[in-house]
Each structure stands twice: as structure tokens, then as C-alpha cells.
């Protein structure tokens, strides 16, 4: 299952060259677009925050250090304990730079320096480089350069570069961009494939665009804001609702979609 964003699209690509792992559902948060019912009963996610399906996920998704969590999550974030109480020591990186250094996928020592310049940009990640907020999340950011054993080859990139150049590239190559679905259930993107594409040449972006996802399933999107602090908040008291995914997006911020009445 993959999402709306380049990092989920990056990500089922080098899935896709290690295992031949095919996608089968898109998810946003208004819900799911499927090809069968089969779809459930074998299926993981990549860069999305899952509260029970397998899944591959780069974010905050504990609302306090008590709350309960996915077991099924290969998330660094619920690896160090990371929640709304210590948000400001979270892995920054994306779901797809995660992959990578787990599986080996790509050999960082033979990319260029445009190829790891892109990586670095999907989901932001070359911001910690430069970000200090009262050097705790630079502390997180070095942390995770050695956790990966990506620090010989981003080190020289961000002391080369500043923070400006990253900003730039994305805009030039519109990498915040996003996939949406059409009428017909196809996918469809503004993201630009043909480069992306030229730059990786060993992996596959276009296939997945040639699939269909005719059925639906209706999901109902919430964000609840924090306007004070809340320890010892849980999905629990959160709502009494399924959750189906929930992230903080920012520390006193939550997004969480939820199973909608009458949906089986």
C-alpha cells in the first residue's frame, strides 16, 4: 500500500527491486483504493502510520511514552521511544531512506552527488543538517547519520551545500509534489517520473501508474491541535473510535483517520 507522496513512491520502487513487491492499494486520508478484497490479508504499507498493518513508517505515533503502538511498525521512532513528550528527538528521515539502510537496497558508496542530494531531500530530511532547535534535534539528526552508517556520505554533502541549494532542487524538480487518484481509479501525479527516473535508471516508477484501483473504502479524516501540554495522552482517550493511522505531524498536532460507520 503506498500513499500521496514521492516518499512512498521512492520506496515501493527499491521494495519493489529487492523483493518484486507489487502495489495493490493507495491510501490518503479520505481512504483506501484497492484492486481486490485480497489486498488485506497480505498487505504492508510504506510511509504510512499504520495503527495495526504491517507497514514501513518514519513517524511520531506515540501521543505520550505510555501509549500503545503498532508491533507491526518498522519505525526508528517506536525503536527509540520517541513520542509527543521527546518529539524534538524524532527521526527526520524518510521512510524510504529507512529502507534503503536496512536492506541494502542501493550501494550509497557508488551514488552521485545529485543522487544523494534527492534522497536527502524526500520528506525534508537534509532540514536536520541545519535545524537546531536548543540542540536537541541536532542531536537526533547526528544520532541517526550513525544509526544509518550514512554519515561518510551526507557529511560532505551538507558542509558543501547550504540549506538553499536543497530548497531550490526541490522546487526545480517539483519534488513535493503529490499522487492522487482519478475517476477511473487510476493514479496519477505532477510528480516528474521522467527524471526521477533518468536519475535512478535501476528502478521502476511507471508500473504502478498502469494499475487500476476500482474499489473504495471510506475513511474519516481528524486533526485534533494540542493548545496546551497534555502528558499521559493515549489513542485511548484520544477517541473511541478504530483508528486506521495516526501521526503527529507536528508536536502539539495530531492527524488520525478512522474507520467510518457502516464500512466493514
Known amino acids: 500500500m503506498i500513499t500521496d507522496d514521492l516518499d512512498s513512491l521512492f520506496g515501493q520502487a527499491v521494495m519493489n527491486k529487492k523483493f518484486g513487491t507489487q502495489v495493490s492499494s493507495y491510501y490518503s486520508f479520505l ?12 498487505t504492508f ?50 521512510s524510504s531512506l529507512l529502507i534503503l539502510t536496512m536492506y541494502d537496497i542501493l550501494d550509497f558508496s557508488t551514488l552521485n552527488e545529485e543522487q544523494l542530494a ?25 544520532h541517526y547519520l550513525d544509526v544509518m552508517e550514512i554519515r561518510k556520505y551526507y557529511e560532505p554533502l551538507f558542509n558543501a ?16 509534489r503529490k499522487l492522487r487518484i482519478d475517476d477511473k481509479g487510476k493514479l496519477q501525479t505532477d510528480l516528474d517520473l521522467k527524471y526521477i527516473s533518468n536519475l535512478f535508471p535501476m528502478l521502476d516508477f511507471y508500473s504502478v501508474f498502469e494499475k487500476e484501483f476500482p474499489h473504495s473504502y471510506e475513511l474519516q479524516y481528524n486533526v485534533k491541535k494540542f493548545a496546551y501540554p497534555i502528558y499521559g495522552m493515549t489513542r485511548e482517550k484520544l477517541t473511541d473510535e478504530q483508528i ?12 488520525y ?6 464500512n466493514h
Open 244 to 255: 486506521f493511522s495516526l501521526a503527529l505531524t507536528r508536536k502539539n498536532e495530531v492527524k
Open 31 to 42: 481512504g483506501l483504493h484497492y484492486n481486490d478484497n485480497s489486498v488485506f490479508k497480505n
Open 45 to 94: 504499507a510504506i510511509d504510512c502510520a499504520t495503527a495495526g498493518m504491517k507497514t514501513f513508517d518514519n513517524h511520531t505515533t506515540k501521543l505520550s511514552k505510555n501509549d500503545t503502538y503498532n508491533i507491526q511498525s518498522a519505525n526508528l521512532n517506536l525503536i527509540d521511544d520517541v513520542s509527543k513528550d521527546n518529539y524534538c528527538m524524532k527521526y527526520n528521515g524518510s
Open 161 to 176: 551545500h547550504p540549506e538553499s541549494d536543497f530548497k531550490d532542487y526541490i522546487e526545480e524538480h517539483k519534488l513535493k
Open 118 to 142: 534527492f534522497i536527502a531531500c524526500i520528506d525534508s530530511y537534509y532540514l536536520g543538517a541545519y535545524n537546531n532547535y536548543g540542540g536537541v534535534s541536532q542531536k537526533a539528526f547526528q
Open 257 to 262: 483517520t478512522t474507520k467510518k460507520v457502516g
